[in-house]
């Protein structure tokens, strides 16, 4: 099942697909609670949203061979945070605050949490997945040559693209995952080369923080495959991975809006 969150007549509900349709739930899917409403709308008549608003976004960093020439699985995931505000969806657009940092996206599978979890075993963190997205995690360098997996880098506002909907169906294994800069593909890898996968980020990291439904787990970019491209003012980066979907937004410098 696909679910989205949309904006329908200035409200926003959620969803689940039906073919060309939206059919209205009457809270968030992963409520138990939640019931299908009488309403159901075109797809092409409302504003679709980003699919959740968690309370944070957890990156898992260096997660897929050749990425910062890293090869080998290395003792324990490496984790940065982005807020919740930095979280946009799949029509919106990326906004560089910065004046003189270069910024760059990243193509990512993203898991969505659907219950409440800490200190998980491991079927407590599989039954803890509600569903996958996909996400660019946005970053900018740092002043100085700080480490850009720092707070400046990656939490600003809208420096999270998730979307275009949560897939309670999808089942990582090797499917391709890609990223373009404008039309140039700058990123490709397959899904089952990551070091670390979803129960095991999810063991480790509830050891020592809470995850609540709706939060968002970052599972790392597949490497480059040509050098490093930052964007300028007018760009777009597509995320696209295989059975999943895709999202594309466009990037403007604050100063040039």
């Not at 019931?35 to 260096?62: D, H, M, Q, R």
């Not at 693209?161 to 490709?188: A, M």
Request: glycine share 8%; net charge neutral; with cysteine.
């Amino acid at each position: 099942m696909r679910y989205v969150r949309y904006k329908f007549k200035s409200t926003i509900h959620f969803g689940k697909i039906e073919g060309e349709n939206i059919h209205q739930i009457s809270c968030k899917p992963w409520d138990p609670s939640h019931k299908e409403t009488k309403e159901l709308i075109p797809f092409k008549n409302v504003s679709i949203l980003a699919p959740c608003e968690p309370s944070k976004v957890i990156g898992v960093a260096l997660n897929y061979p050749g990425v910062s020439s890293h090869n080998h699985k290395i003792a324990e995931p490496l984790f940065f945070l982005k807020p919740g505000s930095s979280v946009i969806g799949p029509m919106d657009q990326i906004i560089n605050p910065f004046k003189d940092l270069d910024v760059w996206g990243e193509c990512e599978l993203a898991i969505v949490i659907g219950k409440t979890v800490k200190k998980a075993s491991e079927k407590e963190a599989a039954d803890s997945i509600f569903g996958y997205t996909i996400a660019n995690d946005v970053s900018a360098n740092n002043i100085q040559n700080r480490d850009h997996h720092l707070a400046r880098s990656k939490a600003a506002d809208t420096f999270c693209v998730i979307g275009p909907w949560i897939d309670t169906d999808f089942s990582p294994n090797n499917q391709k995952i890609q990223g373009y800069h404008n039309k140039t593909l700058l990123r490709e890898g397959k899904l089952n080369q990551r070091f670390w996968k979803e129960t095991e980020i999810i063991v480790f990291l509830s050891k020592w923080m809470t995850l609540y439904p709706g939060d968002i787990i970052l599972t790392g970019s597949p490497q480059r495959v040509r050098g490093r491209e930052f964007f300028i003012n007018g760009d777009s980066f597509n995320c696209k991975i295989e059975g999943l979907g895709e999202i594309n937004n466009t990037y403007h410098e604050e100063n040039e809006l």
